[in-house]
T-cell receptor, first 111, second 114 residues
Framework: AQSVTQLGSHVSVSEGALVLLRCNYS??????LFWYVQYPNQGLQLLLK??????LVKGINGFEAEFKKSETSFHLTKPSAHMSDAAEYFC?????????FGAGTRLTVKP | DAGITQSPRHKVTETGTPVTLRCHQT?????MYWYRQDPGHGLRLIHY???????DKGEVSDGYSVSRSKTEDFLLTLESATSSQTSVYFC?????????????FGPGTRLTVL
């Protein structure tokens, strides 16, 4: 079965600093990879997805992720953190019907 | 926002009682999913449906059943609730035409089993 591992359950950055959230995947077939964000007391919202068209994927709110097959990674980055980025972030891998989520990384942004 | 509602939004029940959670969509999407979210586990798939009366098990289906008699409604039933089923439950929908199809999530139902 496909799976993802998110490194670091909590990440804290200062406002304006680089955000880096790590995700490694395991898949026997070309993976379909996603990043979702969850704000408090809400459902998940799609940030971006990898569809094999380009290795660097740009998403909403200034986030982007780079697919690196050699490293089996799909890390999420944002050049400059904003207070509104504080949330929980989930990496996921899909096999059409079976989407497997990582355990999540809670991002805290300090003023 | 995708038209997905979940009811109830909060429920407290006692061990051994039956519980039914409802997911309603207005998007006419074919695929619907039930997940549970627990700290340290992310979201785990309970059951999914790929059409009316067509359902299948997910990763953590034991103790849960589902039904889908209409395109717009997907019901999750806990026949006899246990404390281990205390969780936040999310419904999701998808056009499901390919593995890259995005899933849209409802607002969640917080269930507490005492």
């Amino acid at each position: 079965a496909q799976s993802v591992t998110q490194l670091g359950s909590h990440v804290s950055v200062s406002e304006g600093a680089l955000v880096l959230l790590r995700c490694n995947y395991s898949s026997s077939v070309p993976p379909y990879l996603f990043w979702y964000v969850q704000y408090p007391n809400q459902g998940l919202q799609l940030l971006l997805k990898y569809t094999s068209a380009a290795t660097l994927v740009k998403g909403i709110n200034g986030f982007e992720a780079e697919f690196k097959k050699s490293e089996t990674s799909f890390h999420l980055t944002k050049p400059s953190a904003h207070m509104s980025d504080a949330a929980e972030y989930f990496c996921a891998v899909s096999d059409r019907y079976d989407m497997r989520f990582g355990a999540g990384t809670r991002l805290t942004v300090k003023p | 926002d995708a038209g997905i509602t979940q009811s109830p939004r909060h429920k407290v029940t006692e061990t051994g009682t039956p519980v039914t959670l409802r997911c309603h969509q207005t998007e006419n999407h074919r695929y619907m999913y039930w997940y549970r979210q627990d700290p340290g586990h992310g979201l785990r798939l309970i059951h999914y449906s790929y059409g009316v009366k067509d359902t299948d098990k997910g990763e953590v289906s034991d103790g849960y059943s589902v039904s889908r008699s209409k395109t717009e409604d997907f019901l999750l039933t806990l026949e006899s609730a246990t404390s281990s089923q205390t969780s936040v439950y999310f419904c999701a929908i998808s056009s499901g035409t390919s593995a890259i199809a995005e899933q849209f999530f409802g607002p969640g139902t917080r269930l507490t089993v005492l």
